[in-house]
């Protein structure tokens, strides 16, 4: 059996990303994703069973990380006020500095097909620091998913609203980090 390459396996990443945006869902194919990625479909097998597997495990490798890249981001010390700004600039950064990986996840999660097979592994951190945020009385007592959705969603409406110039977005972003917090914090 051949062995695993971790340059290989990067490109084969990064031609799903790059194909999945430019082709969609159906127009991806694992020839396509090997020719991309300068490799052979045989190789493809090698790191994934199938097309299925392929987008399910780089959709939840990518939506974990970006959960990572968030929470990491903050410490046991930091206050409500300073967890809300923290969650939404980075969120903002990260979507304006992966673009191509934030679609492709973005994309991915709005895929009923394919979404209702991944697991939510990526999403227990966030859930677990909303949770001791509302025992220690700094969120209100909102369900996690709305949380989520009033925290992250408005942001990524900002960032990816190509009509609008990077100084406006900046001034949404401060203006939206004021409401979020308004709306969430006791």
């Known amino acids: ?22 082709e969609g869902f159906h127009g991806t194919s694992i020839s396509k994703i090997a020719k991309e ?8 097998y090698i790191y994934y069973e199938n097309k ?21 981001k903050l410490n ?8 809300v700004e923290i969650l939404v600039r980075e969120y903002y950064t990260y979507i304006q500095e992966n673009d191509e990986i934030f679609h492709f996840v973005d994309q991915f999660s709005n895929c009923p097909a394919l979404a209702n097979q991944c697991s939510r592994n990526g999403m ?3 859930n677990k620091l909303l949770n001791e945020m509302k025992v220690k ?20 409406y900002i960032a990816i609203n190509r009509c609008i110039g ?10 939206m980090i004021s409401i ?4 969430l914090l006791l």
């Open 124 to 126: 227990h951190n966030l």
């Open 52 to 72: 299925e597997v392929m987008l399910r495990d780089i959709y939840i490798e990518y939506s974990e990380e970006i959960m990572d890249y968030l929470l990491s």
């Open 137 to 156: 009385r700094v969120f209100k007592e909102f369900r996690n998913d709305n949380l989520i959705a009033i925290l992250f969603s408005p942001i990524k």
């Open 180 to 183: 979020i917090q308004k709306t």
């Open 76 to 83: 046991n010390n930091t206050d409500g006020l300073q967890i």
């Open 166 to 175: 990077q100084v406006e977005q900046d001034e949404l972003v401060e203006e």
């Open 1 to 22: 059996m051949r062995r695993k390459d971790d340059v290989k396996e990067k490109s084969i990443k990064e031609a799903v990303i790059k194909l999945i945006l430019k």
């Open 37 to 44: 990625a300068g490799v052979s479909p045989a190789t493809v």
